[in-house]
């Protein structure tokens, strides 16, 4: 559990509401496999990190955390299907994910693929079902999250990530901001969004976010390195190019320039510090 301010109860029972609603579930047979396989990987011990954010960040603009859930929705089945298609034979090849049996392993790989597919515009669904009503919100969304995962953003960063062995660390820490630090500055920018933040406010949300990323890889970066003792050295791991002291001081120095942007909102970011804190020392 990351911090217990942070109560996750009523997003996961929009998420079962969505998924599994008989609704989503039930409109044929034939597709039935298609919902297990979603479902499998929606619901196998995430950490809920980018929903967190997104439920943090609303704190800031007083906003009901109801108004948040779809969003915080929508990004975690973008972060499903990344992890999904992120395992597939064709890129890492993983047998497992959170101590499972990925996806592909259990449901082949043909499903996999097409329950990552269905993640995708089922994001974009969800964002056109719960703020449409107020197009412009909805509209912006849009564009945020497209513009955060597409071409311009994660999957840049996955197809940099393939193409690039043994790159420095300045080509690392594009690969990092893109491939994760996109996702999560959609995770946080998109509530700004909603809430109706000013262009100010979502340039200190896009900075904050941005370095969030980062410090957030970072953080993975060294958890990686601690589990395999030997992280293999064509992995995309800061640790393989500047050694375990210089990222543990570069994820400081991420986190505390995290801190002092949030600084900006006079004391109305205390969970989204938190999530900076659990970052800076988490186990997992
Ligand atoms: C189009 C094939 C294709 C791929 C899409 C796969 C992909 C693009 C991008 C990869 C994105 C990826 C796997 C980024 C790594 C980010 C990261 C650190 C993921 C782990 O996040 P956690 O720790 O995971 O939040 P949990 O398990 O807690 O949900």
Not at 49 to 57: D, G, I, K, V, Y
Not at 120 to 126: R, T, V
Not at 152 to 164: C, N, P, T, W
Not at 196 to 213: C, M, P, R, T
């Given at each position: 559990?990351?911090?217990?301010?942070i109560?996750?109860?009523?997003?996961?029972?929009?998420?079962?509401?969505?998924?599994?609603?008989?609704?989503?579930?039930?409109?044929?047979?034939?597709?039935?496999i298609?919902?297990?396989?979603?479902?499998?990987?929606?619901?196998?011990?995430?950490?809920r990190?980018?929903?967190?954010?997104?439920?943090?960040?609303a704190?800031?603009?007083?906003?009901?955390?109801?108004?948040?859930?779809?969003?915080?929705?929508?990004?975690?089945?973008?972060?499903?299907?990344?992890?999904?298609?992120?395992?597939?034979?064709?890129?890492?090849?993983?047998?497992?994910?959170?101590?499972?049996?990925?996806?592909?392993?259990?449901?082949?790989?043909?499903?996999?693929?097409?329950?990552g597919?269905?993640f995708?515009?089922?994001?974009?669904?969800?964002i056109?079902?719960?703020?449409?009503?107020?197009?412009?919100?909805?509209?912006?969304?849009?564009?945020?999250?497209?513009?955060?995962?597409?071409?311009?953003?994660?999957?840049?960063?996955?197809?940099?990530?393939?193409?690039?062995?043994?790159?420095?660390?300045?080509?690392?820490t594009?690969?990092?901001?893109?491939?994760?630090?996109?996702?999560?500055?959609?995770?946080?920018?998109?509530?700004?969004?909603?809430?109706?933040?000013?262009?100010?406010?979502?340039?200190?949300?896009?900075?904050?976010?941005?370095?969030?990323?980062?410090?957030?890889?970072?953080?993975?970066?060294?958890?990686?390195?601690?589990?395999?003792?030997?992280c293999?050295?064509?992995?995309?791991?800061?640790?393989?190019?500047?050694?375990?002291?210089?990222?543990?001081?570069?994820?400081?120095?991420?986190?505390?320039?995290?801190?002092?942007?949030l600084?900006?909102?006079?004391g109305?970011?205390?969970?989204?510090?938190?999530?900076?804190?659990?970052?800076?020392?988490?186990?997992?």
């Open positions: 559990m990351i911090e217990a301010s109560k996750l109860n009523g997003f996961e029972s929009f998420l079962k509401q969505y998924y599994q609603s008989p609704e989503f579930t039930s409109q044929s047979d034939d597709k039935k298609l919902f297990e396989s979603m479902n499998y990987s929606l619901f196998s011990g995430g950490k990190f980018r929903p967190m954010l997104s439920l943090a960040t704190e800031i603009f007083n906003l009901y955390a109801q108004r948040v859930y779809p969003y915080a929705a929508s990004i975690e089945s973008i972060h499903t299907y990344s992890l999904i298609h992120d395992d597939l034979p064709c890129m890492d090849n993983d047998d497992y994910r959170r101590g499972k049996a990925t996806n592909h392993k259990v449901f082949d790989e043909d499903i996999a693929l097409l329950a597919d269905a995708i515009s089922e994001a974009f669904a969800i056109a079902k719960y703020y449409s009503h107020n197009s412009h919100i909805g509209l912006k969304l849009v564009k945020l999250l497209a513009k955060c995962i597409g071409p311009e953003g994660m999957v840049a960063g996955q197809v940099l990530d393939l193409r690039s062995k043994n790159t420095g660390a300045d080509t690392m594009k690969i990092h901001l893109l491939k994760t630090g996109k996702l999560i500055k959609a995770s946080v920018v998109g509530v700004g969004i909603i809430a109706g933040a000013s262009v100010e406010q979502i340039k200190v949300l896009s900075d904050f976010s941005e370095n969030l990323g980062l410090a957030f890889q970072l953080a993975d970066d060294i958890h990686d390195s601690m589990e395999s003792e030997s293999a050295m064509n992995e995309a791991n800061m640790i393989n190019v500047l050694g375990l002291k210089k990222v543990e001081i570069l994820l400081k120095e991420k986190s505390d320039l995290c801190f002092s942007l600084s900006e909102f006079n109305r970011a205390t969970n989204l510090k938190k999530l900076v804190k659990y970052n800076l020392n988490r186990k997992i």
